[in-house]
């Protein structure tokens, strides 16, 4: 993570963890974040600033490659920048993972990548997001609502609250799908349930015919799992 606060002598720890990616299996990887099946290759950063992650920065088989990424809040002169010049490469097949204190700029790095940070009170000052050749710093709005939750999937922090209430798990996971890749009724319920046992529910009809405040926690972080990897995603965050 990176940000305006001070670590003193020490700095922010990094985790990069590579291996192959497999599917899924949530009963023996909770802590999933990192994803990597890999020896995990442990660093240290330089400080706050600058940190470049990756095992090569600018390969050709990167997915995805920041340059020098600033996200600020607020305005000038009460601007804080709660990301400054991060940079990193991700290859296909493999797993970043960035360990640091809270509020030293994970989760806003990862919110500047489909810029979803709050236009209001946020901006991506400087920097470069490339995806498959594409910046998505400088995308078009159209184009961009394309890449998101199709090419690039996030799974949110809190399930509770990105879940609708009113709606079912079916009817949730089969508009992900709808507006991934589509297909009829019974596939798209068919494709909910294998979605559902690949993460772990072991009676997802049941699950699918249940509201969010008839299942555990546990259960709708499943399900957001689910619809992330719902639309076979490049990358997933």
Same mark, same amino acid.
């Given at each position: 993570g990176v940000g305006d606060r001070t670590w003193g002598r020490k700095p922010p720890l +990094?985790?990069?963890?590579? $291996?192959?990616?497999r599917f899924l299996n949530i009963r023996q990887h909770p802590l999933f974040f990192l994803l990597g099946y890999g020896r995990p290759e442990w660093r240290l950063g330089n400080g706050v600033e600058g940190i470049r992650l990756g095992d090569g920065m600018g390969s050709s088989s990167a997915v995805l490659e920041i340059r020098d990424l600033k996200t600020v809040f607020g305005r000038p002169p009460h601007q804080v920048t709660a990301v400054d010049s991060i940079s990193l490469d991700i290859e296909s097949g493999k797993t970043l993972g960035v360990v640091g204190e809270s509020g030293s $700029?994970?989760?806003v790095t990862a919110l500047s990548i489909l810029r979803l940070i709050p236009s209001a009170s946020a901006r991506i000052e400087s920097g470069k997001i490339s995806f498959l050749g594409r910046d998505l710093v400088k995308l078009p709005s159209r184009e961009l609502r394309q890449v998101r939750g199709r090419q690039i999937s996030m799974i949110f922090q809190e399930p509770g609250t990105s879940l609708n209430p009113v709606f079912t798990v079916a009817d949730q996971i089969g508009e992900a799908i709808r507006l991934g890749? $589509? $297909? @009829? @009724?019974?596939? +798209?319920?068919a494709r909910s349930e294998q979605l559902l046992s690949e993460v772990g529910i072991r009676d997802p009809k049941r699950l699918l015919a249940s509201y969010p405040h008839q299942i555990s926690g546990g259960q709708k972080q499943r399900v957001m799992i689910a619809m992330a990897l719902s639309s076979d995603p490049e990358i997933l965050i």
């Open positions: +990094i985790a990069l963890v590579t $291996g192959k990616m $700029g994970k989760s890749p $589509g $297909g @009829t @009724t019974d596939s +798209i319920r």
